[in-house]
């Protein structure tokens, strides 16, 4: 994909309910909801989102919206985006650590 289709791409609000935002950031369902309360996050209700088969009382948070946010206000994209790039090569260096001194001590 071209950088303009991801861009595009990412444009395209991700409905996710609460649990799933705290599931994805690691904040506490209680800490997500009080956001939610104090319109803190982008949000909207199902039947802007799904049409009249939604509920008109039921928010959804936009989470490609909200990882747009951050990037505006800190021009970083957030740990989440790219947070398990970040832990697969840590531990891929403990791993290599840990392998190398087993070699050294064998020999």
């Known amino acids: 994909m071209t950088e303009a289709q991801l861009r595009i ?15 994805r950031t ?7 909801r009080h956001m939610m309360d104090r319109r803190q996050l982008p949000m909207a209700t199902e039947r802007e989102l799904f049409g009249e088969e939604g509920s008109s009382r039921r928010f959804l948070i936009l989470w490609n919206e909200w990882t747009e946010m951050v990037y505006e ?4 994209l957030p740990a989440e985006r790219y947070d398990w790039k970040v832990k697969w090569l840590k531990k891929s260096k403990k ?3 840990l392998f190398n001194n087993n ?4 020999n």
């Open 9 to 23: 791409l990412w444009k395209i609000p991700e409905p996710i309910t609460c649990h799933e935002f705290a599931r």
């Open 26 to 32: 690691g904040k506490t369902e209680n800490a997500v």
């Open 73 to 76: 206000a800190t021009k970083q």
């Open 95 to 97: 791993l290599e650590k």
């Open 103 to 106: 070699n050294y001590t064998t």
